[in-house]
């Protein structure tokens, strides 16, 4: 068996009775219109030849499509060629069109694959192929499928855990905790973060760092409130930002997303 590269495909041709390596690959019959020319020995250039070829009523992208093959010379350079991978039905024509013996022998081969592409044999084996074909996809898919859900499921867990929380807790409690499941944030990144996303005050003063009123009505933060004995006698109050329950599932799914 002979094996021959055009195109992206691998065309395949059987010595005993195969005249032209043909594609069979596909849902079409198709083969090299450079292979064509060369058998039917035509002393026209290529590319005159199928400009000329085309002019029939064949359209691009239906009865044949241009690609491009490297190819190395005799003197070993390199080169790029243009060839058209053409349809069955379209080489029948150019081959009775030719009006030689060797256009009508290309005719009769050409005749005698299409009558083998459409027995119930090769109908069932093409049918089979393309059940298989589904059949991998399927299997890869839900492989991947599978692999996403694992991949997920730490995430899914820790986010289900934190919804149950009834318990406020620091901010850079909160970085821990999002730290070791995966984002890379710590305390100081994350109070930047809420400032300059506006869940907290930012402006200098006695409530820097303190939910903003957005922040108070999605219910993501509680203030907690400490009064300080002083030594002189005056007692103050220190308030402290903690994330909610809800604010913890809240900003663990804004950041897992």
């Known amino acids: 068996m002979e094996e021959k590269r055009y195109g992206t495909d691998i065309v395949r041709s059987q010595k005993v009775e195969n005249l032209l390596p043909v594609n069979t690959g596909g849902d079409n019959i198709t083969l090299s219109a450079r292979d064509l ?24 992208n239906i009865d044949y499509r241009a690609i491009t093959q490297k190819r190395v010379t005799a003197q ?14 379209m080489a029948k024509e150019i081959a009775m069109i030719q009006r030689s013996e060797k256009g ?57 855990a934190v919804s149950t929380s009834h318990t406020s807790i620091l901010v850079g409690d909160l970085a821990k905790l999002m730290k070791q499941n995966g984002v890379d944030i710590g305390g ?6 809420l400032r300059e996303n506006g ?8 409530d ?9 009505e999605l219910e993501l933060f509680e203030v907690k409130e400490t009064s300080i004995n002083h030594s002189d006698g005056h007692i103050s109050i220190s308030k402290t930002p ?10 663990i799914n804004k950041f897992l997303n």
């Not at 100081?188 to 973060?193: A, P, S, T």
């Open 37 to 60: 020319h060369e058998f039917l020995e035509v002393g026209t250039r290529f590319n005159d030849w199928f400009f000329r070829m085309k002019e029939y009523g064949f359209d691009e």
């Open 76 to 89: 070993g350079n390199k080169t790029t060629l243009t060839d058209y991978e053409i349809k069955l039905d």
């Open 104 to 160: 009508k022998q290309a005719r009769k081969y050409f005749l005698r694959i299409e009558e083998s592409w459409n027995s119930p044999e090769m109908i069932m084996k093409r049918a089979l192929e393309i059940a298989n074909n589904q059949v991998e996809k399927l299997k890869i898919e839900n492989t991947e499928h599978i692999k996403k859900i694992e991949e997920q499921k730490p995430k899914v867990i820790f986010a289900d």
């Open 188 to 193: 100081k990144r994350l109070f930047k973060y």
């Open 199 to 206: 869940y907290l005050i930012k402006r200098k003063g006695t």
């Open 208 to 216: 820097y760092n303190m939910p903003t009123q957005k922040a108070m």
């Open 242 to 251: 903690k994330v909610t329950g809800k604010g913890q599932q809240y900003f």
